[in-house]
């Protein structure tokens, strides 16, 4: 079902007469939320790593958290690498190293497959990738990678989101057929910032309203303001399953579907909350021209299938 929506860009507008997910929107639709198109896991129980029981979990939540993913020796070899890679002065001021909105402080790096031999390794990992293809139904390549720091006392949070609508909206990703396995790269505790996650939100598209900005990524990646659905709908999805926040020890695995709502607090701790994310889409749903912004996102936050990348 496609919807009729507003936007004075003609090539937007010949865009969303086609959408089935809508947003950026210049008034709101006359309901909170669209249907999702898409099943969410389409692989089976024969064809991957997961077990029927952790294939229902994400069915029906939307995500899935596996405590202890890496051994503790490739959790201390990835946070030597972590460091590396802060400390890398010749990122400092990149397009791809982005810092917290008030301080110098990294936020996010982002191209980390491309710019670290050790998480190239394990982006291309079969346990992952094999959960990846499991899901989402077929071959996968990688969408974007990041590691977000969060650091003590600094990190700022970020607000509720759909990866799916950024991703639909500016880099032309047409279905749901992609998922992101954050790793937990630094011990996540209730108080240092955790991933939040709404159970059950990606069963439904929430269109936003507000035409994205020309280079939004530059505001969006420190604090999004487009993008984030209305309290309507927020509250409403929150009444209905609640906010989950899986802690635990580094190590862990946090798989979630595209679309599900998610965010997270700022870090009033000392304690870094550091997690290594890769989002795996299905080759068949590479990217083209994105439907609710004007121009591409650069290549550093929509990687092309097979396409390399140089800071
Ligand atoms: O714009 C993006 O692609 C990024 N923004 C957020 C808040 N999460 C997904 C992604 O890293
Ligand atoms: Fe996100």
Redesign the pocket.
Same mark, same amino acid.
Do not use: P, Y
């Given at each position: 079902m496609s919807v009729q929506t507003a936007s004075h860009n003609p090539s937007i507008r010949a865009t969303q007469s086609r959408d089935p997910y809508p947003t950026r929107l210049v008034r709101p639709l006359d309901m909170p939320w669209i249907n999702r198109q898409e099943a969410v896991v389409k692989g089976n129980v024969s064809e991957g790593p997961l077990d029927q029981r952790q294939l229902d979990d994400f069915e029906r939540n939307g995500f899935l958290f596996e405590p202890d993913f890496l051994s503790p020796d490739e959790v201390a070899e990835l946070r030597e690498e972590l460091k590396v890679l802060l400390d890398c002065d010749e990122y400092a001021g990149k397009d791809f190293s982005i810092t917290e909105p008030d301080s110098q402080e990294i936020r996010?790096l982002?191209a980390v497959h491309f710019l670290s031999e050790r998480f190239a390794r394990l982006a291309k990992d079969e346990r992952l990738v094999g959960r990846a293809r499991q899901i989402v139904g077929g071959d996968v390549y990688i969408h974007?990678s990041?590691i977000?720091y969060k650091p003590g006392f600094e990190g700022k949070g970020? *607000?509720w989101?759909s990866?799916f609508e950024?991703?639909h909206a500016?880099?032309g990703m047409s279905a749901m057929h992609a998922v *992101?396995a954050s790793i937990v790269l630094t011990d996540n505790h209730h108080y240092n910032g955790p991933l939040m996650l709404i159970p059950g939100s990606h069963r439904v598209f929430v269109p936003c309203l507000g035409e994205t900005p020309d280079d939004h990524?530059k505001q *969006? &990646?420190k604090t999004?303001e487009f993008?984030v659905p209305s309290r309507k709908a927020l509250r409403e999805l929150i009444g209905r399953s609640g906010i989950e926040a899986p802690t635990g020890a580094a190590g862990g695995l946090l798989l979630f579907d595209c679309n599900t709502l998610?965010g997270s607090n700022a870090n009033m701790s000392p304690d870094p909350r550091s997690n290594v994310?890769f989002?795996y889409n299905r080759v068949d749903n590479a990217c083209g021209e994105p439907y609710a912004a004007k121009r591409r996102?650069p290549a550093f &936050?929509?990687h092309a299938p097979g396409e390399s990348w140089a800071p």
């Open positions: 996010s982002f974007q990041r977000n970020f *607000s989101h990866d950024t991703w500016e880099d *992101s990524h *969006s &990646l999004q993008g998610h994310f989002v996102r &936050l929509a």
